[in-house]
DNA sequence: GAAATAGTGTCTGTAAGACAGTATGTC
DNA sequence: GACATACTGTCTTACAGACACTATTTC
């Protein structure tokens, strides 16, 4: 046998290995779920504010408390499919392709999932246009909630639902959900400084104020008193992931000046 | 049967329910393999060069090619965990607690590894002090190969085994491996902006060139040209990621004004 | 002393951020 | 015209990067 093992590895082909080796039913080690879950952020056009689909448990696992769209992945589908699959599943809202999305990482802290062995590969997306969810499941309810930026950095954002509800990252999150909320917000804010993914949220255009609130979400340096001016030095003129295309053309928008329109740039 | 569902979803306690969902055996769906990869980076004294760790394949599949060292993850086993205990039963190499390791993303592009189904969880670690290999497997021979820094952005870097040969990105690695290098050289470029992590491979305390030779691996603009002065300026004044720690006291080591020694700091 | 190496201080161009002033809209 | 809003240009401060100069060593 030792030969046999040595022979197909070392000395056939590998198509010859390969064929052995799917002969083997080498499978009988334990292998472990794997899932996607999803941050997607879409800007509610009629509030003017940034929001998170989160989906509350009706049932248990953490029944009454707040997921990630997510779900099992298929076999041979790539993680980012998967992860546009369940969302669509989930909440009827489907992906496009030229939607941009991450992947933040793989979470297998041990027992994250009380039913058993689960690895979660999370993503996060800037979906674009906002719609609303419709649940397939009466169990799991999708519900997208306005995002409270931190007000310090060492305080974190929380959430309020459509009920008007407060939603605490500490409380009211299922398994490690929480920490992957985190991890996405800190993901995004230490990319603004050289991308800007996250302003495809805001549609193909929009003004400067609107980038100056979307990113004061992440990054409490962009309050009210940063300069838009210098969102569009720094965006446009230096970076040039951000690009002019306009003004306002309707009127009636508010009292002052038209206001430019910017756009996301590639 | 769907009232049962029904009953311990919503209507049970959680540990009914947990009882109920495991006797239920749900475990027909499909799951597929996860596994660690981990690059690997020491610095070597000897060479002074900055080294990559990994392992010729004698056997199929990817018989011939190089690959990182890596590995099944165990059940409820961090991936980090995995990353470590894999890193020493393939190459003896103990990764400790202290010693930096980042995450470096999921792998699941379909069919990339040919025996079947497999994601595979990257890391990458930065690793002290430097230790020679053992292969505890005579088809596996783990090896140093040092870092040949890309000379232009638009080039990538190659290596040299211990018998001198280059080993190129797109020819002479196995499973997607190049796309887990690749990905990982990029992380650690953008990083070193704010963080300083892969310093730890310079031990506890090293000078300001061996930074400078360290970085320009990762990122050309840290050329012989680039100013030691601004290495101090910016990581140690402005930033605090480097401290000043004294100077190198042993005399004989080569002409010129004593050496200030930095170390990496927290 | 010559050569080699490294640290110090200064200079310059650029960029971030603040802000005063100006332009353009509504009511 | 009063007011609201947002763009423009300038000013200040800070910093990255370059470089000349000085310090300390070996041979």
């Not at 009380?114 to 397939?136: C, D, M, N, Q």
């Not at 799991?140 to 310090?152: D, M, N």
């Not at 001016?229 to 928008?253: A, C, D, F, M, P």
Request: aromatic share 12%; glycine share 4%.
């Amino acid at each position: 046998m030792r030969n046999e093992k040595q022979y197909y590895e070392q000395e056939g082909t590998e198509s010859e290995f390969l064929d052995w080796y799917k002969s083997q039913d080498l499978q009988n080690y334990e292998k472990p779920s794997v899932t996607i879950d999803n941050v997607i952020f879409a800007y509610q056009p009629h509030l003017r504010k940034l929001q998170m689909l989160l989906i509350k448990r009706a049932a248990h696992p953490f029944q009454g408390k707040y997921a990630l769209p997510g779900g099992f992945i298929n076999p041979n589908e790539e993680a980012k499919e998967a992860a546009k699959r369940e969302t669509f599943e989930e909440t009827s809202i489907r992906i496009e392709q030229e939607t941009q999305m991450w992947q933040i990482g793989a979470f297998s802290t041990p027992f994250r999932d009380p039913r058993g062995w689960t690895i979660s590969i999370a993503h996060t997306t800037f979906l674009y246009p906002f719609v609303e969810s419709k649940a397939s499941d009466d169990a799991f309810k999708a519900e997208w909630v306005t995002i409270v930026p931190a007000a310090l950095d060492e305080e974190e954002p929380c959430f309020v639902n459509q009920a008007g509800e407060t939603i605490h990252l500490n409380d009211d999150l299922a398994f490690d959900h929480a920490d992957i909320i985190r991890t996405t917000f800190k993901r995004i804010k230490e990319a603004l400084a050289y991308n800007v993914d996250i302003t495809q949220v805001l549609g193909p255009s929009f003004t400067s104020r609107q980038v100056q609130e979307l990113f004061y979400v992440f990054d409490s340096k962009f309050d009210k008193h940063y300069s838009l001016s210098n969102i569009v030095k720094i965006y446009v003129t230096r970076l040039h992931l951000l690009e002019k295309v306009g003004q306002v053309t309707i009127k009636k928008q508010s009292a002052g000046r038209p206001k430019m329109l910017l756009s996301y740039k590639k």
